[in-house]
């Protein structure tokens, strides 16, 4: 007994290792060796000792959690020089299935013969297994595991009555694997290289679409940097949008006024209207002197917050004026409260 504490100490200290094994799709071969004793609900609980028990078993996992098991074992009684065997199947659960330790409950059923009771007459023999598994490496896993046996209403000599027999073993296995997928051959996925955009000129102007502000000039036609005639004014999108009322601007939307801030940097002749714009809702009034603070709001943002030349800004509000979308709509008010820059020089 000494010794099986010993692998237990062994097993539990060495599961601090952090590590995952898949056992998925894999068959296992190995035996067990410890050490058995009669327990309640038997004469024979009355005159044996325990004495060793070993066996051999194969195992397939079906997943990470799940396995069956074909065991044969032998459980030695001294006293009474008596054996029993036991073939039995037995289905298992790893608790902790991708873990390198992991807690094991099974429970089965199976064949037991008594070497002096009526040898060649076989009994039903139910078991149940509680215990403990370490995957040593990718191939070895070593065991504790407690079975309880069964023994279904054993027969013994006429002057001996018939009663359900009960085992406990403890035992300690080594089960060697193999099969399954060969993770060490299988190839590491490659990812998919994408595949390089190609920065076009589609109008034929003499301006990378990515940089042109007016992507349809007519062919022939002469433009300024940014792909625009020069008596053509570009507009450089901006997406920023106003609750109903508001002129506030919310931080989500730095990014987008950053991107006017480069632009201007990229062509620092230019100089740059920012519209205001709402809905339909309210007075025109309200809507005018609304759309006036909305775009001089986004001015001052642009000017103390990201560093844009005053100078060639101007700000101006055209209230429900210009709407881009139908205002009888919750969608269509939404987009028409905005602020867009026009290119003007």
Same mark, same amino acid.
């Given at each position: 007994m000494k010794f099986l504490f010993a692998v237990t100490a062994l097993v539990i200290g060495q599961s601090a290792m952090a590590q995952t094994?898949?056992?998925s799709k894999r068959w296992g071969l190995g035996g067990s060796f410890g050490y058995n004793t009669p327990i309640f609900g038997n004469i024979i609980n009355e005159m044996a000792d325990g004495d060793i028990s070993w066996g051999v078993h194969g195992r397939y996992h079906f997943?990470?959690?799940?396995g069956i098991e074909l065991g044969h %074992?032998?459980?030695e009684l001294s006293d009474i020089n008596n054996l029993v065997k036991s073939t039995d199947v037995l289905y298992f659960r790893r608790l902790n299935a991708t873990s390198r330790f992991t807690p094991i409950l099974g429970a089965g059923a199976g064949i037991i013969e008594i070497s002096r009771y009526n040898p060649g007459t076989p009994k039903l023999g139910l078991k149940a297994r509680a215990g403990a598994e370490y995957a040593i490496n990718e191939c070895f896993s070593l065991g504790l595991n407690v079975d309880y046996q069964h023994v279904n209403k054993m027969l013994f000599a006429a002057n001996l009555p018939t009663r359900n027999a009960h085992l406990l073993s403890a035992r300690v296995g080594l089960t060697y694997?193999?099969?399954?997928?060969?993770?060490?051959s299988e190839a590491a996925p490659v990812a998919p290289v994408a595949a390089a955009k190609v920065d076009r000129d589609t109008d034929g102007d003499g301006v990378l679409d %990515?940089?042109?502000?007016?992507p349809s000039t007519p062919k022939g036609t002469t433009v300024n940097a940014y792909g625009c005639a020069v008596e053509e004014k570009a507009t450089v999108n901006i997406d920023v949008k106003f609750d109903s009322g508001k002129s506030t601007i919310s931080s989500?939307?730095?990014d987008d006024l950053s991107h006017l801030v480069q632009f201007m940097k990229e062509h620092p002749k230019t100089k740059i209207e920012i519209q205001g714009h709402t809905d339909s809702s309210g007075s025109k009034t309200l809507n005018k002197n609304l759309s006036i603070a909305r775009a001089s709001s986004v001015k001052d943002y642009l000017v103390k917050r990201l560093g844009a030349d005053a100078s060639r800004l101007t700000s101006n509000g055209y209230g429900d004026e210009m709407p881009v979308a139908e205002n009888n709509t919750a969608e269509g008010r939404q987009q028409n409260r905005r602020v867009v820059a026009v290119i003007t020089e």
């Open positions: 094994f898949d056992y997943n990470q959690q799940d %074992s032998r459980y694997y193999f099969g399954g997928a060969d993770k060490k %990515s940089k042109d502000k007016c989500e939307f730095n």
